[in-house]
């Protein structure tokens, strides 16, 4: 099985592209979908009991848990001790149920691949990336976002520049969706005759 890992600085259009895959017929495994269901299930209590007032309704409410972690590395770090291993426990279980099924060609779409080291567990990596005035301008569009929040989140990843470096594959998501498509097809034709890794 070969395994992609895709990424992208927040509004490089990483879900876009992760979109396109997907209709091609390769299964997508959403970091950050899981990080949401974590928030709403197993990751509440240890979360909770780190960053006290961040729970409403037994869910994590995610404006107030930012509320805390914004210029605060250390807690950053503590979170991403609580969450990192859950989400990748999840999945290292989506990657055995493909193996099990011999997929050929799988994607694990993680926002922090390079930052969190998990570079190792793919064959290659797909960097998203856009000119950097067009990401600020999706970004800031967004309902509540900031220029602090923007600039706060940007601090905690890695920048564009060394990840197109450290990528195998880049896709420029500042032309049309269909040439984000097109390109999406040329990776995986690219990628058709080279040997994966055995998964179990």
Avoid: C
């Avoid at 567990?121 to 990401?135: I, L, N």
């Amino acid at each position: 099985m070969f395994i992609l890992g895709l990424t992208g600085s927040i509004g490089m259009g990483k879900s876009t592209t992760a979109g396109f895959f997907r209709a091609a017929g390769v299964p997508v495994h959403d970091s950050d979908a899981v990080v949401h269901r974590l928030y709403e299930g197993e990751a509440v209590g240890p979360v909770e009991a780190a960053f006290p007032g961040v729970t409403v309704d037994g869910r994590i409410h995610r404006a107030k848990l930012s509320e805390r972690l914004i210029g605060n590395p250390d807690a950053i770090r503590k979170l991403e001790t609580i969450v990192h291993p859950l989400v990748r426990a999840v999945s290292e279980r989506f990657v055995q149920a493909q193996a099990a099924r011999g997929t050929r060609v799988i994607v694990l779409d993680i926002p922090l691949l390079f930052e969190t080291g998990s570079e190792a567990r793919v064959d290659a990596v797909v960097v998203v990336s856009a000119p950097a005035d067009v990401q600020r301008a999706r970004v800031l569009s967004r309902e509540g976002m900031t220029t602090e929040t923007l600039d706060a989140l940007l601090a905690r990843q890695m920048s564009d520049a060394e990840k197109r470096a450290r990528a195998h594959f880049v896709v420029d998501s500042s032309r049309s969706f269909d040439s984000a498509r097109a390109q999406v097809h040329g990776i995986l034709r690219a990628i058709a005759a080279l040997p994966g890794r055995r998964i179990g």
